[in-house]
């Protein structure tokens, strides 16, 4: 068993000193890519690659983050306790929501807090989920942590089949199969309200969006041309009209207006306008995070 009291202490006794290089051979031999490891320190906040030197250096500057104490994204495998394995656990097994496995694939998160007053503060994270970094992080944090609050929230005082996360997945993709207008989904929202004062439904479409949005991973949607000569992206083109290459317009050309007039638009004008073709980039480095969150796909990476 590896001694991780060090991880409490200053970072200039002897003792987090020692600690630090006992983490780096650790972590060097078992999950290194490269001659780099993803970095701990509280400014990178697991964003960063980085070489021995420089995980040192940043670990004895910018600190180890003192809830990172499973170090299962450097190669620690979870063990569960031996009296679990053996069976010698007495104590009730507490229902967790359907959403439990997803939250917990997505986020990493597998010790949630089910029990309680369903309006108390909710615990989203233990001891092995590293601490956010300074830059990124506060604002999606927090939006995470409402969103796993809503995964236990029960929908109603008594409710045990739904939360308010799982009812509103399922309310959306209803939506999805059935392809409703998101118009139709606020005024279905609004009747729902109306009529069930007392559950916690979300109080429009957008927010709605919102929780859903957070379990999955967003796309950046890039202007093309629509004989897929060009995208409309990068700083020469992404204020660009017409195509460069075949001269077809960026916009849908409504009937009544001529493709051949030129006109000088407002990026106001522009927001109104359709674009004739949409290319949606997913991309790649948030995925790579989402996959080196979980404990069980971070081992998979490797």
């Known amino acids: 068993m590896i001694d991780k009291s060090w991880i409490h202490k200053s970072i200039t006794s002897t003792e987090y000193k020692c600690g630090v290089e006992e983490f780096l051979e650790f972590a060097f031999a078992r999950a290194a890519i490269n001659g780099k490891i993803i970095c701990p320190c509280i400014k990178c906040g697991f964003n960063n690659m980085g070489t021995r030197i420089e995980?040192?250096?940043?670990?004895?500057?910018?600190?180890?983050?003192?809830?990172?104490?499973?170090?299962?994204?450097h190669g620690e495998t979870i063990v569960q306790p031996e009296e679990e394995l053996l069976g010698h656990n007495h104590t009730e097994p507490v229902e967790k929501p359907p959403l439990h496995d997803m939250l917990t694939d997505v986020f990493g998160i597998d010790d949630i807090n089910y029990e309680g007053d369903d309006d108390e503060p909710f615990a989203s994270r233990t001891d092995s989920v590293p601490m956010p970094s300074e830059n990124d992080t506060n604002e999606d944090s927090r939006r995470i942590t409402e969103l796993l609050k809503d995964g236990n929230r029960k929908l109603y005082p008594g409710c045990a089949k739904y939360t308010k996360l799982s009812f509103v997945v399922e309310l959306y993709h209803i939506k999805v199969l059935c392809g409703a207008t998101d118009k139709t989904f606020s005024m279905i929202v609004d009747l729902l309200n109306n009529a069930f004062s007392h559950a916690n439904l979300p109080t429009s479409f957008y927010e709605a969006k919102k929780m859903i949005k957070l379990l999955g991973l967003g796309y950046e949607k890039i202007h093309?041309?629509?004989?897929?000569?060009?995208l409309f992206w990068g700083k020469d083109n992404e204020k660009k009209n017409k195509c460069v290459v075949c001269n077809a317009s960026r916009y849908k050309v409504e009937e009544n207006t001529s493709s051949n007039t030129e006109v000088v638009e407002t990026s106001q004008d522009q927001k109104k306008k359709i674009p004739a073709k949409v290319l949606r980039y997913f991309p790649l480095t948030p995925r790579l995070r989402r996959l080196y969150m979980s404990s069980k796909t971070a081992r998979l990476m490797h």
């Open 224 to 230: 093309a041309c629509p004989n897929n000569c060009m």
């Open 55 to 73: 995980v040192l250096t940043h670990l004895l500057q910018k600190g180890f983050p003192e809830k990172y104490t499973s170090w299962y994204m």
